[in-house]
């Protein structure tokens, strides 16, 4: 006999089946035990009555949360006022005949039980293997791989070409000290803080491209919203007659992307008791300048002189959007050349700033992008401007001897937007394995106090 998922049951009213899976619940009602099961498909109750199986019932006596079990028994109908109107499979039950106890769990460290799993970020953290399996935490990564999968859909909706990029490279794209050494051999090479020289050469190649990419960034940062290591996509496209024909691409792909959570996640969205974000038919688009007079306005902050927005400028642009314009989501344009990378296109008719845009969504950036510099003198003057490395940088610069159209591109953080979707307290939440300043899967700090330990 065959494995049936836990989902399929409600097919097999009557039949003797065999299931597969984690325990999640156990609840011992005097000669029966009854037991929740979960597979990847969902969860069905499982009735253990001694009267019908004392070997089902022998081996049922010894079995706790998270042991994993194969079960066979005969699917049926509950009673109507026993009907699970929540569950998918609240229908049925199974009458479990015999129990094989697969493999055994440990006593576990807290209740994996209930809806929630009420930790500080810490433990759940320390605990990531055991955590990932309770439902409401492993639902954070169907919305995010909904994120990345829409993403990839929508560009190759417009003719894009996926492509993967290196993770070692001779020297960060953006010129910063944001960048990992890493020794190559005999040689000094960084990890990728993004595929932007990449991307940009790919556009040679292919015209319009895409990749989903592990970027790193050695920010010594510790915020609810900076990961070390984070999931990027990037889009990259040439032939534009405008930088606002790459700011409408991004747009396209946002609300794709929100749609599809919509859509094939909205019983996630109802477990977080949430809202997908509102987006209008437009996007609002405000200059930067424009929007730090706002929020002066609004709040008497006034930082009106700065190149960049702050987290709580962010938060307050936001919140005018959703006011003023009913949207969860704004762009801000033209920030100024000091503040963007050197590949940035400055606007002919507005000096010293660029045509570059970020996404800002429920008070955080989602995503940076803009028009790019095609024309190679001009790059290089830049790049110098910059302490870029031309002779590291030549594969780059080659791409822009030999014929580059205007081009522009843009990146979104998959962490960020999983995270502002269900609203989230931390960006770590919505990261399988978070790295930042204090923790690689195990807390930095915990592995320092062991290390002065034993020496």
């Known amino acids: 006999m065959t494995r049936t ?59 706790r949360p998270e042991f994993a079990v194969k079960i066979e028994g005969i699917v049926k109908k509950r009673p109507e006022n026993a009907i699970d109107k929540s569950s998918a499979t609240g229908s049925v039950e199974l009458e479990a005949q015999e129990i094989d106890v697969l493999s055994k769990s440990e006593a576990l460290p807290f209740d994996m039980g209930g809806k929630d799993l009420n930790l500080e970020l810490p433990t759940l ?35 894009f070409t996926e492509f993967q990029s290196p993770v070692i490279v001779p020297q960060g794209a953006e010129g910063g000290s944001e960048v990992f050494e890493i020794k190559y051999f005999d040689h000094k090479a960084y990890l990728a803080q993004s595929p932007q020289f990449y991307k940009q050469i790919m556009v040679g190649a292919f015209e319009r491209v895409f ?29 534009i007659d405008s930088w606002l024909d ?13 749609d599809s959570v919509n859509n094939k996640n909205s019983d996630v969205l109802k477990m977080y008791n949430v809202t997908p974000p509102k987006v209008s038919a437009k996007i609002p688009r405000i200059k930067l300048r424009d929007a730090q007079e706002i929020i002066f306005k609004r709040t008497g902050r006034d930082n ?17 959007s959703l006011e003023e314009k009913n949207s969860d989501l704004v762009f801000v344009t033209h920030y100024p050349i000091v503040k963007r990378p050197f590949y940035t296109f400055e606007d002919p008719e507005d ?16 995503m940076t992008g803009g028009q790019r510099i095609n024309d190679y003198a ?17 594969i780059y610069l080659q791409a822009f001897r ?44 915990e592995i320092d106090k062991e290390n002065t330990k034993t020496h």
């Open 5 to 63: 998922l836990v989902s399929e049951t409600i097919n097999h009213s009557g039949e003797r089946v065999i299931v597969e899976g984690w325990i999640h619940l156990r609840r011992d009602h005097g000669k029966l035990i009854f037991l929740s099961l979960r597979d990847r498909s969902g969860f069905l109750q499982i009735v253990v009555n001694a009267k019908e199986s004392s070997s089902a019932y022998e081996a049922a006596k010894d079995i």
């Open 125 to 159: 953290l320390d605990n990531r293997s055991l955590t990932l399996r309770h439902p409401k935490v492993s639902a954070i990564f169907k919305v995010q791989e909904t994120v990345i999968d829409a993403f990839r859909i929508a560009c190759k909706k417009k003719d």
């Open 211 to 239: 990749t989903v990419n592990k970027t790193l960034r050695a920010e010594p940062s510790v915020t609810t919203r900076h990961l070390t290591e984070v999931t990027t996509l990037d889009a990259e496209f040439g032939f």
């Open 246 to 258: 790459v700011m409408d691409m991004a747009e396209y792909v946002i609300k794709f992307m929100i």
């Open 304 to 320: 009106r002189q700065e190149p960049d927005l702050s987290p709580e400028d962010e938060r307050e642009i936001c919140r005018w």
């Open 351 to 366: 000096k010293g700033f660029t045509l570059s845009f970020d996404l800002i969504g429920r008070g955080t950036e989602w």
């Open 378 to 394: 001009k790059l290089v003057e830049n790049a110098k401007k910059r302490g870029i490395d031309l002779k590291k940088s030549e």
């Open 402 to 445: 030999y014929g580059m159209p205007p081009e522009g591109g843009f990146s979104f953080g998959s962490e960020r937007i999983t995270m502002h979707i269900l609203e989230l307290k931390n960006v770590r939440e919505a990261s399988l394995f978070p790295r930042d300043m204090e923790r690689v899967d195990e807390r930095l700090s």
